[in-house]
């Protein structure tokens, strides 16, 4: 499992200027490995919480732990932090579009420097897990909305991070094209278990992960 558990303690987030917080005082345990839905009404705050998780938002008061160790403070220490312990997917992949498939999983570990034969195999399996085998060396605008979806959860997963932070990942699909991407997801968390957050507006999606945290 590459999975680690994550502490949220007393959060307290306002953006500035805004009168209202979107944080005050909300509390999470999320077990090592675990497969959580995250839903709630628009602007309750589910996108936030992700980027405070992540690394990327500040926040006035409250703890956020993953293995018991601070998400630390300071841009430098905050982007290894990222680079090593979280993995991002959005609704749109982002994949680089000028690179194939493969150089796209490549490419975070090209940034580490620990390319080599093992990681090629990786990203080979990688690939194979969500069904994209056959495709490593075609560009991204060759694939199907739901196959680069595929890509960009497997490129969230290629530095084996702690925390796996999906913001509507199949939120522009169709519902056949979603129910496909999400039963990808849900083999390539079987077989790593990184903890994951998973928002999502869609109820039937959320039904199926093993835990659903309600916002709001
Ligand atoms: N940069 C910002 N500055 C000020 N307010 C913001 C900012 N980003 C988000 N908000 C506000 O914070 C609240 C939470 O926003 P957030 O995007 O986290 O909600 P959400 O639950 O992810 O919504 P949705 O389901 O529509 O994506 C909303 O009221 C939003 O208007």
Redesign the pocket.
């Known amino acids: 499992m590459i999975g680690q558990p994550l502490s949220i303690a007393g959060l307290h987030k306002t953006?500035p200027?805004?009168a209202h917080p979107?944080f005050d005082g909300f509390q999470l345990e999320v077990a090592a490995g675990s497969l959580c839905a995250v839903v709630?009404v628009?602007?309750?705050?589910?996108?936030?919480l992700l980027n405070c998780i992540a690394g990327l938002d500040h926040w006035e008061a409250g703890a956020i732990r993953v293995d018991g160790g601070p998400v630390p403070e300071g841009a430098e220490a905050r982007a290894l932090y990222r680079r090593r312990s979280v993995g991002l997917a959005f609704q749109q992949p982002h994949l680089l579009p000028e690179f194939t498939v493969r150089e796209n999983l490549r490419m975070p570990l090209l940034i580490d420097d620990t390319l080599g034969p093992e990681a090629e195999a990786w990203i080979g399996q990688l690939l194979s897990t969500v069904g994209l085998g056959g495709l490593g060396d075609r560009l991204p605008g060759q694939l199907s909305g739901g196959e680069a979806a595929r890509a960009g959860l497997a490129r969230a997963l290629v530095r084996k991070p702690a925390l796996w932070l999906l913001d509507e990942p199949t939120g522009n699909l169709d519902p056949a094209t979603a129910e496909e991407v999400f039963g990808f997801l849900l083999r390539l968390h079987a077989e790593l278990r990184p903890t994951t957050l998973l928002?999502t507006?869609n109820p039937d999606l959320a039904a199926r992960c093993e835990r659903i945290v309600r916002l709001g």
Do not use: L, M, R
């Open positions: 953006y200027g805004n979107v709630g628009s602007g309750v705050g589910k996108t936030t928002v507006h």
